[in-house]
């Protein structure tokens, strides 16, 4: 049975954060939907990146990470080394650009963005069904985060704790609201970096130190030290070194779900200044979940599952009050990235796939009806798989990553950068690149050839896309109105930085149409 | 030729459009060319959504670009007659009924992504009106540089770069 203390405060969490949730709610009603959600406040960088963060730490960071580390010792730092730059090396290269080309091209989602830049349906066809295919499996690795983490917090067994979270995440995301207002973010995300810090302080102060903590995991197996990872079972392997640092650093540009918020982005400053503040935050924060992992090894030497490495660790070292309200922030965190990555998968279900292909005339209240009926699916089929075969949460992120990644990366980048990306080299490169990242895996090829899905995957689409785009400039050439499109996102040219920063992206549109009218 | 128009209340003059985009435009010279005013179809909803059993009520005012068909959302604004060159008034094609849908469209969008929540807001239309926002179009130029314009939100002053043009006039 799960610790009463920790039970009730975590209990007492959520009375808050909806508490919070609700007085904003009240606060900002009757105002138009930005008031709504920010109690009639603009926002700026700092709580913009705070929010961010929230959303964006997920059972990966708290599940996975922990596992990794205490599993592989310090080869799992690859993987927060591409972390940790990873936001702003995505926001650097395709954000104000990719801001630009979708408000031009009038784009919604980031599916129909690639339709629109790659014009045809079966851009967005294909595009949509890998899209909610393998969003499936990153929202089932936060079913299971929140399932393991519920099942230790209250004692629950794990089919029933698992419902629970599961239960919990489905009425968040039909609901949303009390949880979604800016307040709530930023509370949460100062609670999640206050929790983590205080663990990993408390676990160097258990145990005398990071020296000393480093000499002791020596003394039970040396390897744990050696970015080879345990046994040096990596020794050599470059292809997995490349692979596992590219994943979350230019992997992210891949992601439907996360390039989809530079289409929200307000202006360039706030957006390089919360992308300098989220760097800053990973800085501090990337690196310690693998850390706590590595240092479990020591505390919790014969841990039944990794993956609780870190939920054990705060229960273990910290006062049970703060452990309750440490385990609500990652459970909040788990759920508010569930329900963001539910809420896209819905989305483009309804509208790239639904309405652009089945039902033309679909009103917005059936496109709503849609996305909910898909992500009662997901709940069901994500249930059933959670509990009879629950792969590793890292594994299955880290696998997801790598097909999303391969599959959409040079779409996205090559769209604002390369004025020859062509539609035939688009398609070739997501297919491809998706394919070949899969089967990596899949049929074993990765442990065969010591090189990670990831690096493999995306060599191919990059090469797919220059070489088939080259090849059929001819029969398929890109748009007249598309190349023009990029030119004015690229800017290129005398203006001055100032300016650049100054720039309302809401205006790009009027920008286009009075060039337009004054020819 | 003049026309009377409902445009978007000015704030920002002439001259204080010229001195933003010079605040910005390091080297160039900034100079007001002429004042534009660009069509869009305003519609102001008034919406709720139930969150278990609360009824939560929000206004949305949505902004739909005649000429690029595009619809989002905008803060309120005040609205005044004014009459202008016809040849400064952009006129665009969408019709009232094909930006309606696109507003609706909007809304739900952006109350499902901004509320992170499958929630179909009730909408009812209060206003609308077919509105025009007056633009500062300001060439800035440069004796050894290729001289580019910025357009300058009346209403608000925000600004955004047009095309730049080997040859602007």
């Known amino acids: 049975m799960g610790n009463p203390v920790v039970i009730l405060f975590l209990i007492l969490y959520y009375v808050v954060v909806v508490g919070i949730g609700f007085w904003a709610i009240k606060r900002g009603a009757a105002q138009d939907l930005e008031g709504f959600l920010l109690g009639g406040r603009k926002i700026g960088p700092l709580v913009t990146a705070m929010t961010l963060q929230a959303t964006s730490m997920s059972g990966y960071m708290f599940l996975g990470g922990g596992s990794a580390g205490y599993t592989t010792g310090y080869w799992s730092i690859w993987y927060a080394a591409g972390d940790i730059g990873g936001g702003v090396v995505n926001l650097s290269i395709i954000g104000r650009r990719m801001r630009k080309l979708s408000k031009m091209m009038g784009s919604l989602t980031s599916i129909e963005y690639l ?278 949460v890292f594994a299955i992120v880290v696998f997801t990553t790598s097909v999303l990644g391969s599959a959409f990366l040079p779409a996205y980048v090559c769209a604002v950068w390369w004025r020859k990306a062509n539609t035939p080299g688009a398609l070739t490169s997501i297919i491809g690149g998706a394919a070949v990242a899969f089967l990596w895996k899949v049929a074993g090829i990765a442990a065969a050839t010591a090189v990670h899905p990831m690096f493999a995957g995306l060599l191919v689409s990059i090469i797919l896309m220059i070489v088939v785009s080259l090849a059929t400039q001819g029969s398929s050439p890109v748009p007249e109105y598309i190349t023009k499109a990029i030119d004015e996102c690229a800017n290129v040219g005398p203006i001055p930085k100032g300016m650049e920063e100054m720039s309302e992206f809401n205006l790009v549109a009027a920008a286009k149409g009075i060039n337009d009218k004054l020819k | 030729m003049k026309q009377t128009i409902t445009a978007v209340k000015q704030h920002i003059s002439s001259q204080q459009a010229a001195l933003l985009v010079q605040s910005a435009a390091g080297d160039f010279v900034a100079q007001v060319q002429k004042k534009i005013y660009y069509p869009y179809f305003w519609f102001y909803f008034r919406c709720s959504v139930k969150i278990l059993k609360w009824e939560h009520p929000m206004r949305v005012s949505c902004l739909v670009d005649r000429i690029n068909k595009e619809a989002a959302t905008s803060s309120l604004f005040e609205r005044e007659e004014v009459e202008a060159d016809t040849e400064n008034i952009l006129e665009g094609e969408l019709s009232r009924e094909e930006a309606y849908k696109m507003a609706e469209t909007y809304v739900v969008h952006a109350s499902i992504h901004k509320m992170r929540s499958i929630l179909y807001p009730k909408q009812q239309l209060v206003e609308e009106a077919a509105v025009y926002k007056p633009f500062w179009l300001v060439k800035c130029s440069h004796p050894r540089k290729t001289s580019f314009r910025v357009i300058v939100d009346g209403g608000t002053g925000k600004l955004q770069i047009l095309k730049i043009q080997e040859d602007d006039s």
Request: some cysteine.
């Open chain 1, 115 to 392: 339709e629109h830049r790659y014009p045809h349906p079966a851009t967005r066809l294909v595009s949509g069904i890998l899209t909610v295919f393998f969003l499936f499996f990153y929202v089932l690795a936060q079913f299971i985060a929140g399932g393991k983490g519920m099942a230790l917090v209250t004692g629950l067994p794990y089919w029933l704790a698992l419902l629970v979270a599961l239960g919990i995440i489905l009425i968040y995301t039909y609901m949303g609201g009390y949880f979604a207002v800016a307040y709530t973010d930023f509370f949460q995300s100062i609670v999640m970096l206050i929790g983590i810090v205080w663990i990993f302080s408390a676990c160097l102060s258990y145990l005398g130190g990071f020296t000393a903590a480093n000499q002791a995991i020596a003394e039970i197996d040396p390897t744990y030290l050696s970015v080879w990872g345990k046994d040096l079972g990596y020794k050599g392997q470059w292809g997995e070194v490349a692979g596992a640092v590219l994943i979350f650093s230019v992997g992210y540009m891949g992601w439907p779900h996360v390039v989809v918020r530079h289409m929200a982005m307000d202006d360039p400053h706030t957006a390089r200044t919360a992308g300098l503040y989220s760097t800053i935050w990973n800085l501090f924060f990337v690196t310690s979940p693998y850390l706590i992992g590595i240092f479990a090894i020591l505390i919790l030497p014969d841990l039944a599952d990794p993956e609780l490495a870190i939920f054990t660790v705060a229960g273990e070292l910290l006062p049970a009050a703060v452990t309750g309200i440490v385990m609500a922030a990652i459970m909040a965190a788990i759920m508010s990235t569930a329900d963001s990555i539910l809420l896209q998968t819905g989305t483009v279900a309804s509208r790239d796939i639904y309405q652009r292909f089945f039902n033309k005339k679909a009103t917005e209240k059936q496109m709503v009806r849609v996305s909910r009926i898909l992500i009662l699916v997901i709940g069901l089929i994500g249930y059933i798989v959670a509990l009879v075969q629950p792969p590793g």
